[in-house]
């Protein structure tokens, strides 16, 4: 549901934040510098600490100097600091939620905000249920006047079960259409365009299936390692930090079907159907094509880095995995006999987030009758760092009779900002604004993925790891290698 009327309350619980500073408040900046933010609009930080309005907003200031991609300037840094209030209490003391109910009516009055909110929990997980079961106890939910969303980040529960009971008391309070579970990688460019390459595009529409296309990777590699998040990342893993959301949501938009219209419900039923149609793995297919790895000590760029097992908060005998690559298959009509291979890891050479998309081969006759080797048709969406698409295809080359050589084309740059940036958090924000969930994965995508990501964790809790098993700055275990070489594949660089 769509809303024309934006003007709204932003409320942050974890104001004082690392996201909020590095993420939230940058999009706001930039927001009010596209000329998105509504005039009538308020961010109310709410955090423990004790202090004025003043200090935060001086605070965001600096916040902005470091993270924002615009630079700032006097007048639109006026306008987003006046919006700015601070409201300081424990998320565990009841009675605050009162005070912080009538210091919201109080600010709708002043900012004509209609009593319309967005409740952002930037906080950790294990205060998502208190925190919303205290929204409705206090009246904030459901109110009297205007709309009230809430954004969610990341992890949606530790495996299904918990997901569902999370699940289960956020939507006592807000039905489904008022959640956001955000999912940052769905505001990045390339992700977004993903549909209209395939849907704008004829070329692309009519080979869009396993008839022409050999097989499609995705791979999200990282150089950097967990840094200060050693804490959480003991209990996720690469496969609840980056399977069971980025990966699986950037498969569904590669492989589902086209939706009857642009609508958010007929979007996300195709994206579902794709989860629900990957293939279970069998007890072999687990042992095959299934690679877990975690990186020991190395270098990256040039200096040396600690391995896992010596990073802040993670246990010197960790069997966290830090990579994982998997070979997996869809079961429907397009993408049978299709594999998809995934891959994503910590500390590896370089930092890339690519999906590679490579056509059949042509049968062995006319030009490459005696050759052994014939260059596929690529198509590679780049993410990140570049954005944009290359292309690869072949013709002759100019200064032989009859030599093919494989032809490059490719329209990606580098854009100024990078990674999870503010640029993804500002489409997100202004969406949540506009009531607009087509980028903000639905409850059953996230069930899905779950039962999906649960097998792999099973499976991953049964082995026994002999842990590091690859190089900081490398690119992953050798199987992952394997796993590719086996079919006649390898992982592609472009
Ligand atoms: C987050 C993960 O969701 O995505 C992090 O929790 C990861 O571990 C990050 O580093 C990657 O995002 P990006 O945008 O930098 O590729």
């Not at 470091?66 to 840094?77: E, P, Q």
């Not at 190089?471 to 592609?492: Q, T, Y």
Request: glycine share 6%; with cysteine.
């Amino acid at each position: 549901m769509k809303t024309s009327d934006t003007s709204a309350i932003f409320v942050i619980f974890g104001g004082t934040g690392d996201l909020s500073h590095r993420k939230l408040m940058p999009a706001l900046y930039n927001l009010v510098n596209d000329g998105l933010l509504p005039e009538r609009f308020a961010v109310v930080a709410v955090g423990r600490k004790e202090k004025s309005r003043e200090v935060y907003q001086q605070e965001v200031y600096a916040s902005l100097q470091k993270y924002s991609r615009n630079k700032i300037t006097k007048t639109h840094w006026a306008r987003l600091r006046d919006a700015i209030y601070y409201f300081s209490f424990d998320f565990n003391d009841s009675a605050g939620y009162q005070r912080l109910h009538t210091y919201l009516e109080e600010l709708d009055s002043t900012r004509h905000t209609g009593g319309n909110r967005i409740f952002y929990l930037a906080v950790a997980p294990d205060y998502f249920p208190q925190i919303v079961a205290e929204l409705q106890r206090h009246r904030f939910v459901p109110a009297e006047h205007g709309w009230q969303r809430l954004v969610i980040e990341k992890p949606f529960g530790k495996d299904l079960s918990t997901a569902r009971s999370l699940n289960s008391q956020l939507t006592r309070v807000f039905s489904e259409d008022s959640i956001y579970r955000i999912d940052h990688y769905l505001g990045k460019e390339m992700i977004q365009n993903i549909l209209v390459l395939r849907f704008c595009n004829s070329v692309f529409t009519s080979l869009w299936n396993n008839q022409y296309i050999d097989h499609i990777q995705i791979s999200l590699s990282e150089q950097d390692g967990v840094g200060t998040r050693g804490g959480y990342y003991e209990s996720a893993g690469a496969i609840r930090d980056m399977v069971q959301n980025h990966i699986i949501q950037i498969l569904t938009l590669v492989a589902m079907e086209p939706p009857v219209d642009l609508s958010t419900d007929a979007i996300r039923n195709e994206k579902l159907k794709v989860i629900q149609a990957i293939a279970d793995f069998t007890p072999e297919q687990f042992r095959s094509d299934v690679v877990f790895g975690q990186y020991g000590p190395g270098m990256i760029n040039g200096q040396p880095v600690p391995g896992y097992r010596s990073e802040p908060q993670v246990s010197p005998t960790s069997l966290t995995e830090t990579f994982v690559a998997f070979k997996l298959q869809i079961n429907n009509f397009r993408w049978a006999g299709t594999p998809f291979y995934i891959r994503t890891g910590k500390r590896l050479s370089s930092r890339s987030a690519e999906i590679a998309i490579q056509f059949k081969t042509l049968p062995p006759i006319l030009y490459f009758k005696d050759r052994m080797v014939q260059e596929p048709n690529l198509l590679v969406i780049k993410i990140q760092p570049e954005t944009g698409v290359y292309f690869q295809f072949n013709t002759k080359d100019f200064m032989s009779h009859h030599d093919i050589v494989a032809t490059k084309m490719d329209t990606s740059c580098v854009l100024p900002t990078q990674g999870n940036t503010p640029e993804a958090y500002e489409r997100l924000i202004y969406d949540i604004l506009r009531g607009d969930t087509t980028l903000f994965p639905r409850w059953d995508e996230i069930e899905a993925a779950w039962k999906f990501a649960d097998q792999l964790i099973a499976f991953r809790d049964q082995q026994r790891f002999r842990f590091p098993n690859y190089d900081a700055g490398s690119w992953g275990p050798a199987k992952s290698f394997e796993l590719l070489a086996r079919d006649g594949r390898e992982w592609i660089t472009v």
